[in-house]
C-alpha cells in the first residue's frame, strides 16, 4: 500500500480542475531521455500483513540483549528505562510533528525541549544545553569547532582514552579544515595532567578527555582541565556517562567548560547504534557560537509564559556558509525520551541506578579476579565498565560465552575498534540489569573457558 | 462557500498554563522504582563521589499527565494538514514503528558480532541496494544521521576523490540561490568555500552558471549542489545541460534530494548526471519527523566515488551473509558513531517494501497531482508567479505563491500563517526560496477531502482579510498562546530555567 487516498473518479476531477487530461502532462516538463519509464526495479508491494511477518522474520534472525544477558557497553548500554517512555513518545503528536519553527503551534515540543536543555544543565553542572546532537561522536567534534571558532587556535589536545570511534570521526570532521589532533598518551589506562602540560600551548583551543574513559577509568578531569586552563580561554571538554553524573563528579564541578555525550543510557534503547543523540552542555559564555536548535523561555503578547527556537542567526537556515554548524534536523524525539527518562526517575532515580551499577560492577569484577589467571588492566577507579586481561585468547572467550547464551563484554582487539588493542584485553559492563545470577553465571563461563 | 468556523474548541485563555517538571517536583516522590541492590556494597572513594542532585521528580500519574497535556499543545501530521513545503510532512505509517520496536530489532548492541546480527544486516543490505535503484547510481551509504550530515558526507567523499586524483586546488562549491542552507553550511564544515549560482524563474540561469565557472575556473570547483525539482517547486529541464556543464569542467553533480518525493519511480537522479546525492528518509520515506529528529540521509554516488564512501559499509558475501566492511582502503573513514540510524532505516525499509515499485511511482505522481490541483484553485486569489497551466506550467510536488495582492491591503505574511494556525493548518514554509513567498507541499497522504478544506480555509482567510483584517492582523486568536516574542528571546536568552 502506497497510503495515498484518491480513487480513480477524484483524480478525473482534480485533472479537470487543473485542465488537464493525464497525469503524464504534469511531468512534461522532464525530457523524454531521462524519464524512467521501464520502472524502477524492486520487489512487489507487500500488504501489512506480509510486512509484519517479513519484519518479524528478520528480527528472529537476531540475538541481542532481549535473549542474552548483555555485558556489552564501550559507548552503548543495556540500562533499564520505565515502559511510559514508548507510551508516550508514541502519541502522534509529539511523534508526527516537525522542527516547532512555529512557536504557536508547538508549544508541547517547546517547552519538552527546554525542560530537556534544562535538565542536561543540571546533570552537568554548568549553564545551557542544546536541544541535541547526532550521537556521542559528533558531539564531540562539535565540541572541537565550539572550541576553536570561539578561540580561532588551530589545535586541540585529545585524549587516547577516548572511546575510539570517537577520535575516528573526531579526525574526519577536522581533516579539512585546519585544525590538528594531538593525542595524549596514557599511563596505565588513564591521562596524567603531566601529559596535558606537556602538551599546552598557545595554539590549543581545547582539552578532550572523557571520563569514564573507553577502558571504563576514571579520568582526573580537575587535574587535566586545570592545566588547560592554564592557558586562558582554552576550553576544558568533559566526555561524560550520564548515568555516572547520578554519583561521581560532574563535569562543571570538575572544571569543564564543556561537556558532551552520547545520550542513549537515558532512556533509549541499544537499536543497533541508532538513533541515538549526542549531549552538548556549556558555560553561558558559549551561547551565541552553540551548535543545534536552543530553545528559549519568552513571553507572547498576552504576558504568557511561552517558548520558542531561539538564536536562530547561528543557524543554517539563516547563516548560510558562516552558520556555527551545518545541522538542521536532529534527534528531537530521542531527546524527549531522554526528558521523559530524567523526569520519571529524577536525581534520586538516577542515583540509584548509578549506585547499582556501581556496586554490580564492583561485585563482577571482584569474583573475576579471584579466577586464576585474570586479572584487570588498570589500576584505577572505574565506574560500571572495567577491563580484565584474560589469560587466553580473548576470542575464544566471547565465543565461548555467547555459544552458552552470553553476551560478555567487548574485545578491545580488531578492527571494530579501531586497532585499540592488539592484546586480550575484554571490556565488560554492568547496568542496573544485571543480576547477581546473571553475573555469577558469567563468572563460571570465565573459569571454565580459560581452565 | 459556507463560513469556516476555527477548529480549536476552547479559545485561548481556558488551557492554563502547563507548570515545568522543575515547578512539580516533591521531594522524596519518584516515578518509577527499582529492586533491592542483590550484590555487596563497594565504597565509593571521596575522589571520585559527587553527583547531580537537582532533577525534579514526582508521581508517575503526574508524569503521564505532564507529557499528555504538553502533546495536546503540538500540531502534528496525525492530527493537522501540515503543508510544510520542501519538509515532505507525509503520512507516518504506524507498521514502521511497529517493525522498529521488535525486540530482534531494538535491543541489539551495535558491536555484536555479525552472525548473531543477521536478520539486521540483511535488512541494512537491502535498503542499501533499493536505495541505489532509486537513485540509478552504484553505491549507497547508509552512515549519515541526517540530510545536511549526507551533504557533509558527500562533499568530504568528492573531496576525497580529487584528492586522489592530484586535483587538491578544488575547493570551490557551487550552489544555486534557492539552495537550503544546509548546502553552503556543510561546504563550510568541508573546509570549501560556496559561489551562488543565479536562478530565473526558479531555474539555473545557465548564462550565470558559465559566468561563474569560467570567472573562478573550472579546474578549481568539485561540485555543484542542486536541488532539483527546485525549491521553487520546478523540475529544471536543463538539467542534462547543467550536468554537461559541470562535467565538462571535471567538476561532480550533486543532488540535494530533499524533493526525491516528486521524482521517486519517474526520474532517477543517476539517469540525468547525478555524481551524488542524499536522501532525506524522513521526507521521501514516511519516517517520522519527532518534532526536528532523528532523521536518516543515505547517500548515493556514482561507481568512480565509491571507494570514498564511510565505513562500515554492510556487504553480502559469495554465501548469501552479510558482513560489515570496515576497511575500505580509500574511504574518508567515520562519520557516526556505529553503523548508522538503524531504527530509522528499518522504517524506511518498511514503507519502501510496503509501496513496491508501482506504488513508488504512484507517490510521486499524487504528490505532484495534489499540489497542482490545490495551485489550481487557489491560484486566483493567491499569485503564482511560476504555476500558469493554460500554458503548460505546472509545479511538481510543491508550488510558491507570492500573496503581493493581499499583503498591499494591509497585513504581513506573517498575520496570514498564524491566522491559518486558527483554523487548524499548520502554515506552510515562508519566505524562502523568494522574499514573501508560501512554499505549500501537501504531500501525496492527503486526501481530496482534506485539500478541499485547506482551499476552504486559504480562500476564507483571503476574504477576511478584505471584509476584517483585523482578525488576521491579530491571529492567532485560538491557538494556545499569542504570538511569542521571539525578539525578546534572542536579545536575553533564556535556554534553561533558574
Request: glycine share 8%; hydrophobic share 40%; net charge negative.
Amino acid at each position: 500500500m502506497d497510503y495515498t487516498q484518491l480513487n480513480t473518479s477524484q483524480r478525473q476531477e482534480m485533472l479537470a480542475t487543473i485542465g488537464i487530461q493525464s497525469i503524464d502532462e504534469l511531468f512534461n516538463v522532464i525530457p523524454a531521455e531521462i524519464r524512467c519509464e521501464k520502472g524502477l526495479d524492486l520487489m512487489p508491494a507487500l500488504s501489512e500483513l506480509e510486512l509484519q511477518r517479513a519484519l518479524a522474520e528478520m528480527a528472529s534472525h537476531n540475538h541481542g540483549a532481549h535473549d542474552m544477558p548483555c555485558f556489552m557497553g564501550c559507548g552503548a548500554y543495556d540500562h533499564f528505562y520505565p515502559a511510559l517512555i514508548d507510551q508516550l513518545i508514541s502519541r502522534g503528536e509529539f511523534l508526527t510533528s516537525y522542527t516547532p519553527y512555529q512557536a504557536e503551534a508547538s508549544q508541547g515540543s517547546l517547552q519538552a525541549f527546554f525542560e530537556f536543555q534544562t535538565q542536561i544543565a543540571r546533570l552537568t553542572g554548568l549553564d545551557i544545553a542544546n536541544a541535541s546532537l547526532y550521537d556521542g561522536a559528533t558531539a564531540v567534534a562539535e565540541a572541537a569547532l565550539l572550541a576553536t571558532n570561539t578561540t580561532r587556535r588551530k589545535e586541540v589536545l585529545v585524549a587516547s582514552t577516548m572511546h575510539p570511534e570517537y577520535i575516528a570521526v573526531l579526525r574526519t570532521v577536522l581533516s579539512d579544515v585546519n585544525i590538528a589532533i594531538t593525542l595524549l598518551e596514557a599511563t596505565d589506562g588513564t591521562i596524567s595532567p603531566a601529559t596535558v602540560a606537556l602538551n599546552m600551548s598557545d595554539a590549543v583551543a581545547g582539552v578532550i578527555v572523557q571520563s569514564p574513559n573507553i577502558w571504563g577509568q576514571i579520568e582526573d578531569w580537575d587535574g587535566c582541565f586545570a592545566e588547560a586552563h592554564k592557558v586562558p580561554k582554552t576550553a576544558g571538554i568533559s566526555v561524560f556517562n550520564p548515568i555516572a553524573c547520578g554519583m561521581l563528579k560532574t563535569p562543571g564541578s570538575c572544571g569543564a567548560d564543556i561537556a558532551v555525550a552520547e545520550g542513549q543510557p537515558l532512556g533509549n534503547a541499544l537499536n543497533l547504534g541508532g538513533p541515538y543523540l549526542g549531549l552538548l552542555a556549556a558555560k553561558e559564555s558559549y551561547t551565541r557560537k552553540m551548535p543545534g536548535r536552543l530553545v528559549g523561555m519568552t513571553k507572547d503578547e498576552d504576558g504568557r509564559r511561552v517558548f520558542c527556537l531561539t538564536l536562530q542567526t547561528r543557524e543554517q537556515h539563516i547563516r548560510g556558509a558562516k552558520a556555527t554548524s551545518n545541522v538542521c534536523t536532529n534527534q528531537g524525539l530521542m531527546a524527549m525520551r531522554a526528558s521523559m527518562f530524567m523526569t520519571t526517575l529524577g536525581s534520586d532515580g538516577i542515583k540509584e541506578m548509578a549506585t547499582q551499577s556501581w556496586h554490580k560492577a564492583h561485585y563482577l569484577a571482584n569474583e573475576i579476579v579471584k579466577l586464576e589467571g585474570w586479572k584487570l588492566t588498570h589500576g584505577g577507579p572505574f565506574f560500571n565498565e572495567f577491563t580484565v586481561t584474560c589469560p587466553c585468547d580473548v576470542t575464544k572467550v566471547v565465543d565461548f560465552c555467547k555459544s552458552n547464551g552470553v553476551l560478555p563484554g567487548v574485545a578491545a582487539a580488531g578492527r571494530r575498534m579501531q586497532g585499540l588493542s592488539s592484546g586480550n584485553e575484554l571490556i565488560i559492563a554492568v547496568t542496573e540489569k544485571r543480576t547477581k545470577h546473571e553475573m555469577d553465571a558469567l563468572v563460571a563461563l570465565l573459569q571454565e573457558v580459560s581452565a | 462557500m459556507t463560513t469556516l468556523k476555527t477548529m480549536k474548541k476552547q479559545s485561548r485563555g481556558d488551557k492554563p498554563t502547563e507548570p515545568l517538571v522543575f515547578e512539580k517536583h516533591v521531594a522524596g516522590a519518584i516515578g518509577v522504582d527499582f529492586p533491592p541492590l542483590d550484590v555487596s556494597e563497594t565504597k565509593v572513594p571521596e575522589e571520585v563521589a559527587g553527583g547531580c542532585t537537582t532533577l525534579p521528580s514526582f508521581g508517575q500519574h503526574d508524569v503521564m499527565a505532564h507529557y499528555t497535556h504538553l502533546s495536546d499543545r503540538n500540531f502534528s501530521v496525525d492530527g493537522n494538514f501540515y503543508p510544510l513545503g520542501s519538509c515532505t510532512m507525509k503520512h507516518n505509517p504506524r507498521i514502521n514503528e511497529w517493525g522498529a520496536a521488535l525486540p530482534g530489532f531494538a535491543c541489539l548492541h551495535p558491536l555484536q558480532d555479525e552472525e548473531e546480527i543477521q536478520g539486521a544486516l540483511r535488512l541494512l543490505y537491502e535498503t542499501r541496494t533499493m536505495l541505489e535503484e532509486i537513485a540509478g547510481l552504484h553505491e549507497v551509504s547508509l552512515q549519515p544521521a541526517a540530510g545536511a550530515h549526507g551533504e557533509f558526507t558527500a562533499l568530504k567523499v568528492i573531496r576525497a576523490y580529487f584528492a586522489d586524483h592530484g586535483q587538491t586546488n578544488r575547493t570551490v562549491v557551487l550552489a544555486a540561490d534557492t539552495a537550503h542552507g544546509t548546502n553552503p553550511a556543510s561546504c563550510t564544515m568541508c573546509g570549501a568555500s560556496v559561489e551562488t549560482v543565479r536562478t530565473v524563474n526558479g531555474q539555473t540561469d545557465l548564462s550565470h552558471l558559465k559566468e561563474v565557472i569560467a570567472r573562478i575556473g573550472g579546474g578549481n570547483i568539485s561540485a555543484f549542489m542542486i536541488t532539483n525539482p527546485s525549491t521553487a517547486g520546478l523540475f529544471d529541464s536543463n538539467i542534462q545541460e547543467i550536468a554537461d556543464i559541470v562535467h565538462e569542467v571535471g567538476a561532480k553533480l550533486y543532488l540535494d534530494g530533499a524533493n526525491m518525493n516528486a521524482l521517486l519511480g519517474r526520474v532517477r537522479p543517476g539517469d540525468f548526471g547525478a555524481d551524488a546525492m542524499h536522501y532525506n528518509t524522513h521526507k521521501t520515506f514516511s519516517t517520522p519527523h519527532g518534532g526536528g529528529g532523528p532523521g536518516s540521509g543515505p547517500i548515493a554516488v556514482t561507481e568512480e566515488l565509491a571507494p570514498y564512501l564511510p565505513v562500515p559499509q554492510v556487504m553480502m558475501a559469495d554465501d548469501g551473509s552479510f558482513y560489515l566492511d570496515r576497511e575500505r582502503e580509500k574511504s574518508i573513514g567515520k562519520v557516526r558513531s556505529f553503523i548508522g540510524q538503524f531504527g530509522v532505516l528499518v522504517r524506511c525499509w518498511a514503507y519502501i517494501s510496503a509501496c513496491g515499485p508501482n506504488g513508488l511511482r504512484n507517490v510521486s505522481e499524487t504528490a505532484v497531482l495534489n499540489a497542482n490541483y490545490l495551485a489550481a484553485r487557489l491560484c486566483e486569489k493567491y499569485p503564482m508567479p511560476f504555476f500558469d497551466p493554460k500554458n503548460g506550467k505546472f509545479c511538481a510536488h510543491e508550488f510558491v505563491t507570492v500573496p503581493q495582492n493581499l499583503l498591499d491591503k494591509g497585513v504581513t505574511l506573517i498575520d496570514i500563517t498564524k491566522r491559518m494556525i486558527d483554523y487548524g493548518v499548520h502554515p506552510p514554509t515562508m519566505h524562502w526560496p523568494m522574499h514573501d513567498c508560501l512554499m505549500v507541499e501537501p504531500t501525496e497522504t492527503e486526501s481530496k477531502q482534506a485539500l478541499d478544506s485547506f482551499v476552504d480555509v486559504m480562500l476564507q482567510i483571503a476574504d477576511e482579510i478584505s471584509s476584517e483584517i483585523e482578525l488576521v492582523q491579530q491571529s492567532p486568536l485560538e491557538s494556545d498562546i499569542a504570538r511569542a516574542d521571539e525578539v525578546a528571546a534572542a536579545r536575553k536568552p533564556i535556554l534553561a530555567f533558574k
